[in-house]
């Protein structure tokens, strides 16, 4: 066949499976946000059929001898690199039956059931069976995909290419000893910070007027939609339709802010992606990492200055004057900056959020190799945030059970939070440099930071890895220096630490 065929078939393939991916995940969405939970036995089922029929789609032996011939031809960046990523993911699923897929998709299915429940009832133990068998699934799978790699290697590269133990146990020790310390002794200077004006009651349906406001300004408009979850997540279902979510807490407004900034930022990702990847790889495999990192710029780097609430600030206080007229614009930046050991990864402090990350990716790894076992993992759960974080877990609503990822088999996703964390506060250092971002913040000009970051990082999609991305966008590979210092630096003039 003539390569310009073998192009075109290989085109055609990408935008089948692209149009079932894209089905799915409007379906996966749905489920997640609106969807009556009495339907979710039938619709598991539904959804399992469906990604059997998706997979005929995409395990197709004629595509796989045709990936393999053009992987021998140079066809230019793009379209070796869109070679190069469909190769590497068919390789995996193709290393199972439709039946096998079928099954671990039901399993995970099932197992979200069984979380949610687990959570809602505040009891691991409806959970842990189902955990069991999502570790060890996910473990054999590891093993059959390739037998000479540590199986949770193999899990850590799906979401962060080329990354592993060795490299994160490097990155995870720095985070270790240099910041537990530094969070010990801020747990003990609670006075210098106060937010308890943050936790006073925000009625939801006014919380729901300043999101509007609040996505205004970042202008997620058009091309987005916003549900409520149990959990904020994103689902770039397509580059114009990108749908996020929230959830509200009375008691915590910061919460609900700073979850919006977080996936608006993720959004911006999807969307800003050129539109000639459309249907490839490179629209779909973006590094996990680089992708964290973007959402952490825009919540952490620009979120929590005060030039960022300028312009917002007297819109919230009018909204909630109860709780903040007499809040100035100073004691509020405190206040959102404010750290202090905590129980739930999604509403910690920059300080602190890399910790929680370095507990799962320590379980992990634990029940990977074997040391640690999935029964009463949460006391294991338990112990690591007293030791590390000085905290008493009270349940494992808000201990274990908190995070949705591990009922999806998501193990080794975690740790690129950490990284993206870290890449972005690489990014940070050279983003100051090139633009005035409180002036920019200041006129209302928040286009021009999305127009920066698309041109710098997100136009690209995948066709690069994060390390490429990086040293493009900063002239240095991944370096965590940026990260340790600018948190030792706040923090330590926030807590008057010496
Ligand atoms: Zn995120």
Redesign the pocket.
């Given at each position: 066949m003539e390569t310009s065929k073998m192009i075109e078939k290989l085109k055609e393939w990408q935008k089948q499976c692209a149009a079932y991916s894209m089905v799915l995940s409007t379906v996966y969405y749905d489920k997640e946000t609106i969807a009556p939970k009495m339907g979710s036995e039938y619709r598991n089922n539904v959804l399992s059929y469906m990604s059997g029929e998706a997979y005929n789609i995409e395990v197709n032996e004629e595509i796989i001898k045709l990936l393999d011939e053009l992987s021998n031809k140079d066809l230019g960046e793009e379209l070796n690199r869109e070679v190069y990523l469909n190769k590497k993911s068919l390789e995996n699923i193709s290393k199972f039956t439709k039946e096998e897929v079928m099954e671990f998709d039901k399993l995970t299915l099932d197992s979200w059931d069984a979380w949610y429940k687990a959570k809602k009832e505040n009891n691991y133990s409806i959970f842990e069976p189902y955990l069991k068998k999502l570790f060890e699934a996910q473990r054999n799978r590891s093993i059959r995909r390739n037998p000479n790699k540590n199986p949770y290697d193999v899990c850590l590269d799906d979401y962060e290419e080329s990354m592993t133990m060795e490299k994160y146990e490097e990155f995870f020790s720095l985070i270790k000893r240099e910041l537990i310390p530094l969070i010990k002794i801020i747990n003990t200077k609670q006075n210098e910070v106060d937010d308890s004006f943050l936790h006073k009651y925000y009625p939801i349906d006014k919380q729901k007027k300043f999101a509007e406001v609040l996505l205004h300004y970042l202008r997620f408009e058009d091309w987005g939609y916003m549900g409520i979850s149990e959990h904020p997540f994103?689902d770039g279902i397509s580059r114009n339709d990108v749908r996020i979510t929230t959830s509200y807490d009375e008691y915590n407004i910061a919460s609900t802010i700073f979850s919006i900034i977080?996936?608006t930022?993720?959004a911006y990702y999807e969307h800003q992606v050129d539109e000639k990847y459309d249907d490839t790889k490179i629209r779909q495999c973006i590094s996990s990492g680089m992708?964290?990192s973007q959402?952490?710029f825009l919540e952490n780097y620009i979120g929590r200055t005060e030039s960022f609430w300028n312009v917002l600030y007297p819109k919230l206080q009018e909204l909630f004057p109860e709780n903040l007229k007499d809040v100035t614009l100073t004691d509020f930046v405190r206040a959102i900056n404010a750290s202090k050991s905590s129980l739930v990864r999604t509403e910690a402090d920059e300080l602190t959020y890399p910790i929680h990350i370095l507990i799962r990716y320590e379980i992990e790894k634990g029940v990977f190799d074997g040391s640690i076992s999935c029964e009463n993992l949460n006391e294991v759960w338990n112990k690591k945030y007293k030791d590390y974080l000085d905290i008493d877990v009270s349940s494992d609503t808000d201990g274990i059970l908190q995070d949705v990822h591990w009922s999806g088999a998501s193990f080794g996703y975690f740790p690129t939070?950490a990284l993206?964390s870290a890449i972005g506060a690489q990014l940070l250092n050279t983003v100051k440099k090139e633009l005035d971002i409180d002036s920019l913040l200041a006129n209302d000009e928040f286009v021009k930071l999305e127009e920066y970051l698309k041109e710098k990082i997100h136009f690209d999609g995948a066709l690069h890895d994060y390390n490429y991305i990086l040293k493009r966008a900063t002239n240095e590979e991944f370096n965590p220096k940026y990260y340790i210092e600018y948190l030792k630096e706040k923090y330590s003039k926030l807590y008057n630490v010496k």
């Open positions: 994103t977080h996936e930022g993720h992708h964290e959402s952490r939070y993206g």
